[in-house]
């Protein structure tokens, strides 16, 4: 009925097992649901971690993912595999079905909701940026002057698949170079 | 390459190391079976003292803001460096990394956007590229 549904709108439907979801997302197609779940959230940058909306439909946030885009309607069909509704973003024009289909409407509902969240993620990121200094945290009693502060991540197969940032906390006078930055994008490598 | 942080961001990213007690002691990893999105390394330097904590994926709100704001560093850092040396030797080259300062700023994933600013200046005002 789905698929009849969207041929008669003509959405474009595409099909994706499980397993294929799965070794988008998580690396591995027997991952659990809970594995999903960490995963769409580290890869949508979200505050919490989203909910599996149907038992049945464990790709409700994946599928996108794993097609490339994250604002296409979702929804599953028949026992066992998961469509994709490709044709507009979330948002911009009714889902084109019909009302009887209810589960559909719920997993788009839950996807306004996460990407929601997102969505607000951005905008404290922003706000933040837009404090000023004195609005900011005060400072903690116990850091010392020369104190340092480095993140390093690595991760083969990025670009850059390398990098180290090492700022520094002494502020009086106010410093010319309070940070280095190091990457290594493949072969390339500059300190 | 050194380059600066504001005093603000200083602040706060120190601030939220303070949160993580400066590493000690804190297990930050999420511990379960998931892709791998990268090592991560914190590390606080005081002197003699050093400690660090590594993991892959954590769900450590502070650890989080922290990484959100080191990422987003290194992201504007990655613009500004790749921009400047195309600027030298291959100015059409540019287009693609504007566009990538633009959704970035656009979706407030760099942290000190104005930092680009005089860089992109300079573009405007170069009659050549």
Redesign the interface.
């Known amino acids: 009925m789905i698929l009849l549904a969207a041929a008669q709108h003509g959405v474009l439907v595409y099909s994706y097992a499980p397993r294929e979801v799965k070794a988008s ?4 197609g027997h ?2 649901k ?2 999903m779940q ?2 769409v959230r ?1 890869l949508l ?1 979200m ?1 919490e ?1 989203p909910e599996p909306w149907m038992p049945r439909c464990l790709g409700g946030g994946p599928v996108p993912l794993a097609g490339g885009t994250v604002r296409r309607r979702v929804w599953a069909a028949g026992s066992g595999h998961i469509s994709e509704a490709a044709r507009a973003p979330l948002g911009n024009r009714s889902t084109g079905l019909p009302n009887e289909i209810d589960q559909p409407a719920q997993l788009v509902a839950g996807c306004r909701a996460s990407y929601r969240r997102d969505e607000d993620f ?2 404290r ?2 706000l ?2 837009a ?3 004195w609005r ?2 005060p ?2 009693p ?3 002057a ?10 083969k197969g ?1 670009s ?1 698949n390398f ?1 180290e ?1 090492t ?1 520094r ?1 002494d ?1 009086m006078p ?10 290594t994008p493949g072969r390339c490598h ?2 | ?8 961001w ?6 939220l ?2 949160q993580l007690k400066h590493f000690q002691g804190q297990d930050l990893d ?1 511990h ?16 003699p003292k050093s400690t660090r904590q590594k993991f892959n ?1 954590t ?1 450590n ?1 502070a650890a989080s803001q ?3 704001i ?2 987003g ?2 992201r504007q ?2 613009h500004v ?1 790749l921009i400047s040396r195309r600027n030298e030797i291959r100015r059409l080259g540019n287009q693609r990394r504007l566009a990538a300062i633009r959704i970035g700023s656009h ?3 760099l ?3 104005q930092r680009v600013l005089p860089m992109l200046d300079q573009i405007a005002g170069d009659s050549a590229s």
Do not use: C
Not at chain 1, 146 to 153: C, E, G, Q, W, Y
Not at chain 1, 174 to 183: C, E, I
Not at chain 2, 10 to 15: E, L, N, V
């Open positions: 997302v998580a690396g591995h991952a659990g809970q594995q960490l995963m580290a940058s505050n971690t951005l905008l990121l922003f933040l940026i404090l000023p200094p900011l945290a400072r903690s116990s850091r010392s020369d104190a340092k502060l480095t993140f390093r991540r690595v991760f990025s850059p990098i940032i700022v906390e502020s106010p410093p010319m170079k309070s940070a280095s930055w190091t990457r500059s300190r | 390459m050194p380059f600066q942080v504001s005093a603000a200083r602040t706060k990213m120190f601030d190391a303070a999420v379960r079976k998931i892709a791998n999105l990268g090592e991560k390394t914190f590390r606080w330097e005081s002197g994926y769900l709100s922290l990484l959100q080191f990422e560093l290194a850092q990655e460096d979706r407030s994933l942290p000190e956007p």
